[in-house]
Structure formats: C-alpha cells, structure tokens
C-alpha cells in the first residue's frame, strides 16, 4: 500500500498568488482529512469529508482556504490568494470509518509551503 | 472532546523503558484514549487507543487507570528511532461517524544513547 500521498512536497510561491495542495487517501478509505501545522499554533484541523461531503470545515482559517474532493481518491486545498501567514505543513490523512472497527487516520508525508 | 496534559519532555535510555503520563481528568465514559506519535519532518502516526481495559500491540502498551483519569503510554525497549513526540488525545467515537483529533502540544520524548 502507498500509504497517503501528498503534492507537491515543497511549495515556495509569492504572496498574492493562487496554491494548491493535493492529496490521494488510502484506497478504500472514506474519511480524508486537511491539518496545519506551525510552530505557534501546533497541529489544527482544518476540514474533514466522509464520503467525499464536507462534514466540518470549521477549522478553515477564512474563505481564502477552500477544499475539495471530486471523487474517493482525490483532494485539494487550494489558497487563493496566498499570503505569508500560510506558511506552515499542510497534512492529509485518511481512515476507514466503519461501525465496529477500530478507526486510525493515516497521514500523508506533508506539503510544506512557503510564501514569501 | 476533553483536554488532556502531557509534560512537555521527556528522556529516557535506550533500551529502557519509555513511560509517557497523561493526564484527561473530565473525560466522559464514551471518550477513547488515543496515543499518536510525530517523528520530526513526518506524518503523525497512530500507536494504539483504548477505553478503559489495557491494550498491547506491536508498538506499546496502554494503561488506563480504573478512574480512566490518566494514562500511561509505554514502550517496553525504546530505541533512537522513538525519539518524537507523542500526543494524548481523548474522542468521542459515534457508531459509524468519524471524529476530529485535537491534537495538544504533546510530550517531546528524547531518547538518549
């Protein structure tokens, strides 16, 4: 298994400018999750999708950040416009929710994302 | 979802025995304890979860006092490759819904040679 996989790894971009960060969940798995991470504020959950719905975006910072998920295998966060307080590790996890099995997010490599 | 409160680092030998403290005082009776861990420049990673029975799996062990008010993550012979940190989160599991992780500031345990 691949495990979560993130793209790209590093992104530099100029403040103003649009960026996007993908994710591919574990086959198979139906929740998908987009957490930040920072020095100052820690590891923060951002949205969440069950079944490809948003179930809970009250995480996303403001309408600069939107996420969305097409299809089971298939994410994006897109910021538009950037600016350099989005500096941070953007993290994907996905998991299998099912009643009665034990439930564990597995979670991408990580995007990290400068913007200058 | 209850709080809990690591110790922000921690030590320990290699070889010895890792034993991480958390505490989660409010937690409420379908609230899970779970145990993942922060290799630096990686992922976080799952190590294990319980209610309020002790589990063991390939990586650690659970403790969860009989109050389930704290807890105790240990990993029996810890190596260099341990050295991360480990957060404690405590969540609500609905049958068939998935719940957020709030993840707190953790324990930096550093394993020395």
């Known amino acids: 298994d691949a495990g979560v996989i993130q793209s790209p790894r590093h992104e530099v971009t100029e403040m103003g400018q649009e960026v996007t960060l993908r994710c591919k969940p574990i086959s198979g798995h139906n929740s998908l999750f987009w957490y930040r991470q920072t020095m100052m504020r820690g590891l923060e959950l951002l949205i969440y999708?069950?079944?490809?719905?948003?179930?809970?975006d009250s995480g996303m910072p403001e309408d600069r950040f939107s996420a969305k998920m097409p299809n089971a295998s298939f994410s994006t966060l897109k910021i538009q416009p950037s600016e350099p307080r989005d500096s941070a590790v953007y993290f994907c996890a996905s998991s299998l929710v099912s009643a009665g099995l034990k439930e564990t997010q597995y979670f991408g490599p990580g995007t990290r994302l400068l913007v200058l | 979802d209850a709080k809990t409160t690591q110790p922000p680092s921690m030590d320990c030998a290699e070889g010895r025995a890792a034993n991480l403290p958390c505490n989660h005082s409010t937690i409420s009776g379908n609230e899970y304890v779970y145990w993942y861990r922060q290799i630096h420049s990686q992922g976080p990673q799952y190590i294990i979860h319980g209610l309020k029975n002790n589990e063991t799996n390939e990586m650690a062990s659970l403790i969860i006092t009989e109050d389930r008010k704290s807890s105790t993550l240990i990993l029996p012979h810890a190596t260099l490759r341990d050295t991360a940190v480990y957060y404690c989160?405590?969540?609500?599991?609905?049958?068939?819904?998935?719940?957020?992780?709030?993840f707190g500031t953790g324990t930096l345990l550093a394993v020395q040679p």
């Open positions: 999708f069950n079944n490809n719905v948003p179930i809970d």
């Open positions: 989160i405590v969540r609500v599991r609905y049958g068939g819904a998935t719940n957020k992780l709030i």
